[in-house]
């Protein structure tokens, strides 16, 4: 009977290690993420549960992101609606996400789009890339392919 208690409390401790949690955010602090006067390079992906090619270039960040030392920060900007936190939370957990998710609460996307890339449509999965210490940056707004991303930051750096 013991044994069983210690299987079900590991079971659920190691659910909890990769239990991801997207924070709920307005423009304000992607705003200042995007104005980051940090000695890494950037990286800001868009995205959603629903779009198909987002969720297809994610292990892309999400490799990129498990590379330490690589003088990188990876950041998930998701555009599900707010009240749909749970569902997100759900697809992190199950995609076992370790990237920092940021769920955007700004449904007036033409308010703070521009701000973003003026070259932006507003499509998405979209990426900026940038570097803070120069100020060179990069926006693609269509899916990444492997590779990718290591031709961008090679290029900024």
């Known amino acids: 009977m013991v044994r069983r208690y210690v299987f079900i409390i590991l079971i659920l401790a190691a659910n909890a290690a990769f239990a991801q949690h997207a924070s709920v955010v307005k423009f304000d602090r992607l705003q200042a993420l995007l104005e980051s006067q940090s000695d890494q390079i950037q990286v800001v992906n868009f995205w959603a549960t629903w779009c198909g090619p987002c969720v297809k270039e994610l292990p892309l960040f999400e490799a990129l992101n498990s590379k330490k030392d690589s003088g990188v920060k990876v950041t998930l900007i998701n555009l599900d609606y707010a009240d749909q936190l749970e569902k997100v939370n759900r697809f992190l957990n199950q995609k076992k996400l370790r990237t920092e998710v940021l769920l955007l609460d700004e449904i007036d996307y033409n308010t703070w789009i521009d701000l973003v890339d003026k070259s932006w449509g507003g499509a998405i999965p979209a990426t900026l890339v940038f570097n803070p210490k120069t100020g060179q940056r ?17 290029a900024l750096k």
Do not use: N, R, T, Y
């Open 138 to 154: 990069k926006f693609v707004d269509k899916p990444l392919a492997e590779g990718d991303l290591d031709k961008i930051i090679a």
